[in-house]
Nanobody
Framework: QVRLVESGGGLVQAGGSLRLSCAAS????????MGWFRQAPGKEREFVAT????????YYADAVKGRFTISRDNVKNTVYLQMNSLKPEDTAVYYC??????????????????WGQGTQVTVSS
């Protein structure tokens, strides 16, 4: 079983930056593709970014491409989401997720097996 805990959310002005962390425990995630998703009030949970198990491949939603960067440190068992040039429409609860091992990264939330509790990101205009 993998436990995921997100941190780093908060309130930031438009144009600002935040770095989210997702710390895993219970077992290593070094073989797991990882993803970040977000959910705004009244909306479906949507894909943000995903990274392959070794970090060689990354994919982003069009809405965040060029502004967000997903990365991982398999020694620290942690995944990151660097968010720059934040916009009010980025306001949401951000979740990290793990997809069981040696498979490819995915944009589909239904492909993920483990989820964190989420961290709130609020961007003021």
């Amino acid at each position: 079983q993998v436990r995921l805990v997100e941190s780093g959310g908060g309130l930031v002005q438009a144009g600002g930056s935040l770095r989210l962390s997702c710390a895993a425990s219970g077992r290593t995630i070094s073989t797991y593709p990882m993803g970040w998703f977000r959910q705004a009030p009244g909306k479906e949970r949507e894909f943000v970014a995903t990274i392959s198990w070794n970090g060689s491949r990354t994919y982003y939603a069009d809405a965040v491409k060029g502004r967000f960067t997903i990365s991982r440190d398999n020694v620290k068992n942690t995944v990151y989401l660097q968010m720059n040039s934040l916009k009010p429409e980025d306001t949401a609860v951000y979740y990290c997720a793990a997809k069981r091992g040696y498979t490819g990264p995915s944009r589909n939330k239904d492909d993920y097996d483990f989820w964190g509790q989420g961290t709130q990101v609020t961007v003021s205009s």
